[in-house]
């Protein structure tokens, strides 16, 4: 079974820096998806960038970036340029693409706090 | 372009009663799946709906059930209450042959007393 781990529980960044969120995981698929999802107070889980396992190039999205390392299993996000918007829980999660198992799972976030 | 819409937002339900929560997908999304998130945790996948059949379902007991309609529309059902069911259960809708990230709803948040 797929696992997702998030060893950061809790983060804190000053404002305009940049901070890494970690995130690995385990599987013994050769191909799949990654995210990072964002939930703020809100509640509403929003996606903030996406990565196809078959896809060596990193994804980018204006302000975020991931560090994908396959072989290590390894998607690190970077946020550049910090604001209090991003002040959230953060979630990595993986998504199969074997056959019909089309869930998310979740690793269990880490916390970012955004320091003015 | 509507996002995902979830209904109650709260909903207050006492040991051992029922509860039916709803979901209106994305539009153009045809495939619906539903995710319990405990204080403080990460969302759990429960089951997930496709052409108005259960396709696929985590580990949760036969308590938890569900619909979806023609209209892609979806129910969550959850039967004989426990304390341990409060949550906020998150619908997350999709197009059914598309990898993409899923689409989440604000959820509902469901306390039982």
């Known amino acids: 079974a797929q696992t997702v781990t998030q060893s950061q529980p809790e983060m804190s960044v000053q404002e305009a820096e940049t901070v890494t969120l970690s995130c690995t995981y385990d599987t013994s698929e050769s191909d799949y998806y990654l995210f990072w999802y964002k939930q703020p107070p809100s509640r509403q889980m929003i996606l903030v960038i996406r990565?196809?396992?078959?896809?060596?190039q990193n994804a980018t999205e204006n302000r975020f970036s991931v560090n994908f390392q396959k072989a290590a299993k390894s998607f690190s996000l970077k946020i550049s340029d910090s604001q209090l918007g991003d002040a959230a829980m953060y979630f990595c999660a993986y998504r199969s693409l074997v056959g019909r198992d089309d869930k998310i799972i979740f690793g269990k976030g880490t916390r970012l706090h955004i320091l003015p | 372009d509507a996002g995902v819409t979830q209904s109650p937002t709260h909903l207050i339900k006492t040991r051992g009663q029922q509860v039916t929560l709803r979901c209106s997908p994305k539009?153009?999304?045809?495939?619906v799946s539903w995710y319990q998130q405990a204080l403080g945790q990460e969302p759990q996948f429960i089951f997930q709906y496709y052409e108005e059949e259960e396709r696929q379902r985590g580990n949760f007991p036969d308590r938890f059930s569900g619909h979806q309609f023609p209209n892609y529309s979806s129910e969550l059902n959850v039967n004989a209450l426990l304390l341990g069911d409060s949550a906020l259960y998150l619908c997350?809708?999709?197009?059914?042959?598309?990898?993409?990230?899923?689409?989440f709803g604000s959820g509902t948040r469901l306390t039982v007393v």
């Open positions: 990565q196809e396992a078959y896809k060596q």
């Open positions: 539009s153009g999304h045809d495939t």
């Open positions: 997350a809708s999709s197009f059914g042959g598309s990898y993409q990230g899923y689409t």
